[in-house]
């Protein structure tokens, strides 16, 4: 069990590395460039880690919002839920006009279609019956 710990724990540490690498911009690796650190992490794989985890990447917050969690603080919004927006609900008002307008359409075209219908239907004819 020790020796598997020995192999994946510096395993861990240089896919870590690796991926860290490879994801960091350009202007926030220090002394080498990205490519350099890339090979180093490859090549030795314990020491080349270590020294991109200790020397290789600047760790000070980024600025502008580079990252998800920054930019979201950055960038709030006033409004959290859809019922505390007015301009949410002002959009759900002006719906519900269109759609009762557009269902007054519907119900007067049925009224003048069924019109239409018994106007076309003699009154003498009676209904005829299954069983006949």
Partial sequence: ML???LFLVPLALMIFAFIDCLNTPEDEVRHLPKVAWVFII???PLAGSIAWLVTGKVRTPP???RTPSEW???HRT???APDDNPEF???LKEEN???EALLKEWEADLRRR???LRREKPQDEEPKKDGD
């Fill in 97 to 99: 006009k269109k759609d």
């Fill in 72 to 74: 979201h603080r950055n």
């Fill in 42 to 44: 490859l090549l030795f």
């Fill in 78 to 80: 006033t409004w959290v």
């Fill in 63 to 65: 600025t502008g919002g």
């Fill in 3 to 5: 020796r598997l710990l």
């Fill in 114 to 116: 069924e019109e239409e």
């Fill in 89 to 91: 609900l002002n959009s």
